[in-house]
């Protein structure tokens, strides 16, 4: 069974910024790639990152330039450093691992973000 736990969202202030962790009981080096999305209010679930089993990172086009995402290999542990953040970028945000040769897909249960004045 694959555990994904997500920590880090709150209340923000445009232009603030905030780190989302994904804490795995996977070793996410062995043939996962590990994703961020979210899920804005109205809006279908967005990738907005990921980080592949071959540590390349690829980030949003929305969300480039002020989205960063990193990972601890000793700690299991995904990070989406975020910044500069904007009101639309509100939503929940979810950690996402995907089995490359099962193909299951994992979920985390969301973290909550808002970022308002």
């Known amino acids: 069974q694959v555990s994904l736990v997500e920590s880090g969202g709150g209340l923000v202030q445009p232009g603030g910024s905030l780190t989302l962790a994904c804490a795995a009981s996977i070793n996410i080096l062995s043939g996962y790639d590990m994703n961020w999305y979210r899920q804005s209010p109205g809006k279908s679930r967005e990738q907005v990152a990921m980080?592949?089993?071959?540590?390349?990172?690829n980030i949003a086009d929305s969300v480039k330039g002020r989205f960063a995402a990193s990972r601890d290999s000793a700690k299991n542990t995904i990070y989406l450093h975020m910044s500069n953040l904007k009101p639309e970028d509100t939503g929940v945000y979810y950690c996402?691992?995907?089995?490359?040769?099962?193909?299951?897909?994992?979920w985390g249960q969301g973290t909550q973000v808002t970022v308002s004045s």
């Open positions: 980080i592949s089993s071959g540590q390349s990172i």
């Open positions: 996402n691992a995907l089995g490359l040769a099962s193909g299951n897909s994992y």
